[in-house]
């Protein structure tokens, strides 16, 4: 079974940094994405950054492109989200979500989640 752990969250000021980590127990699926994804309470989650391997194609939701930047360290199972220029609207809690394939079948493991605080 495939855990997540996100670990990186916190409060910082409005302009600061903050990078979230996404570490994975065990991860042998060779195609596969991840996903960083928040929510606000009362609102839907929304996606925020994919990474898709192989390949290493990356997305962005329109109000975080220019300012976040998520990337991959195989051997380590983990991916990262540096979240730069950060925003009050950008509070949120972060949850990473993983999509393995295998043949046709898809597995979508998520986890636990980590606050994010932009506050003065």
């Known amino acids: 079974q495939v855990q997540l752990v996100e670990s990186g969250g916190g409060l910082v000021q409005p302009g600061g940094s903050l990078r979230l980590s996404c570490a994975a127990s065990?991860?042998?699926?060779?195609?596969?994405?991840v996903n960083w994804y928040r929510q606000v309470p009362g609102k839907e989650r929304e996606l925020v950054a994919g990474i898709t391997n192989p390949g290493g194609s990356t997305n962005y939701a329109d109000s975080v492109k220019g300012r976040f930047t998520i990337s991959g360290d195989n051997p380590k199972n983990t991916v990262y989200l540096q979240m730069n220029s950060l925003k009050p609207e950008d509070t949120a809690v972060y949850y990473c979500?993983?999509?393995?394939?295998?043949?046709?079948?898809?597995?979508?493991?998520w986890g636990q989640g980590t606050q994010v605080t932009v506050s003065s």
């Open positions: 979500n993983a999509v393995g394939r295998r043949f046709t079948a898809s597995y979508a493991y």
């Open positions: 065990t991860f042998t699926f060779t195609r596969y994405t």
